[in-house]
C-alpha cells in the first residue's frame, strides 16, 4: 500500500504498480488489512489516504470497494497508539493528553470525525464500522463480519485470544519501549529531514541497523482515571457507544483497518 503515500508521479507509479498486482490475483475478492493506512506519515495523513482509497474506485478493473474499520475503545486505542510511538511523538507531544487534544493522528480516534471522512468518500453500502469490543463478545464475531465480505466462513481465532502485553506496567499506566537509533533520528527535525533524502536502496538497510541501535531506556507514559474522562469527552466517547455496527453488502476489494 505503498502508493498511499507517494506524491505526483510516484504516486500514479506505484497506484497502478499495485493495481496490476491486483489483476494477478487469483480470486475475485481481495482481502487488504494494512495497519499504516489509517496512521499519519510525514508525506500523508489518514484523511488524504482515505481520499485515495476513494479514488481507486475510479478504475475499471474494480469491481467495487468495502472499507471495513474495526472500531477498538477510543481512549485505550489512543493511549496504546502514544506508548507505541512516544520516541517519535514526545518531541512534539511530551504527554499522552496532549497528543491526543492535539494532534491530527488523534482524530482518527474520535468515532464521529472518522465516520464523516468515510462518509465524504464512500457511499453509505461501501464502508462498514464495527465494535472490536463487541466482536469479542459475539461468538465468531470476526467471521460473521467475513461471511457477509466474502462469501466463506474465516475463523476468528485472533479476535478472541489472549495476548500477553510484555511492557513493562506501573499500576494503570505503560513503559514505552526502548529507544532505537532510528526512532531517535527520526524524531528530530533536521535529522528527520536528512533521512528522506536518502534513496530507498538505502535506506531500508540502514534503518534495519539502526532500529536495532538501544539510544534510550523505556519512559512511562502516566494515565489515570481523571485524564482518561477529558480524553473520552476530547474524543466524544459516548457518540461511538451509541451508534449501531452496520452489515456490509456484496463487495470485490475490502481494505481493512
Do not use: H
Request: proline share 4%; glycine share 6%; charged share 25%.
Amino acid at each position: 500500500m505503498r502508493f498511499l503515500e507517494g506524491g505526483g508521479k510516484q504516486y500514479e507509479r506505484l497506484k497502478s504498480e499495485f493495481l496490476g498486482e491486483l489483476d494477478k490475483a487469483p480470486s475475485d475478492v481481495v482481502l487488504i488489512s494494512d495497519e499504516m493506512i489509517l496512521v499519519d506519515t510525514p508525506k500523508c495523513t489518514w484523511q488524504k489516504k482515505l481520499a485515495r482509497i476513494s479514488d481507486l474506485r475510479k478504475d475499471p478493473r474494480l469491481g467495487g470497494i468495502e472499507v471495513v474499520v474495526i472500531f477498538r475503545n477510543p481512549v485505550d486505542a489512543a493511549y496504546s497508539f502514544y506508548v507505541e510511538c512516544q520516541a517519535l511523538l514526545s518531541s512534539t507531544f511530551p504527554s499522552y493528553s496532549m497528543f491526543v487534544l492535539q494532534s491530527n493522528q488523534a482524530q482518527i480516534f474520535n468515532f464521529d470525525k472518522l465516520t464523516t471522512e468515510l462518509s465524504v468518500n464512500f457511499k453509505p453500502d461501501e464502508f462498514g464500522v464495527f465494535s472490536y469490543d463487541r466482536l469479542c463478545k459475539r461468538q465468531n464475531g470476526l467471521a460473521s463480519v467475513t461471511t457477509d465480505i466474502l462469501g466463506e466462513n474465516i475463523a476468528d481465532q485472533n479476535i478472541v485470544a489472549s495476548i500477553e502485553n510484555k511492557k513493562k506496567v506501573r499500576g494503570d499506566s505503560y513503559y514505552s519501549n526502548s529507544v532505537s537509533l532510528l526512532e531517535k533520528l527520526s524524531s528530530q527535525r533536521w535529522t528527520k529531514s536528512v533521512l528522506r533524502r536518502i534513496p530507498r536502496i538505502y535506506y531500508g538497510w540502514l534503518a534495519s541497523i539502526f532500529s536495532q541501535i538501544k539510544v534510550g531506556d523505556p519512559v512511562l507514559v502516566t494515565r489515570d482515571e481523571k485524564q482518561d474522562q477529558e480524553i473520552s469527552r476530547a474524543l466524544n466517547v459516548e457518540s461511538e457507544r451509541d451508534s449501531l455496527p452496520k452489515t456490509p453488502g456484496d463487495v470485490k476489494y475490502v481494505v481493512v483497518q
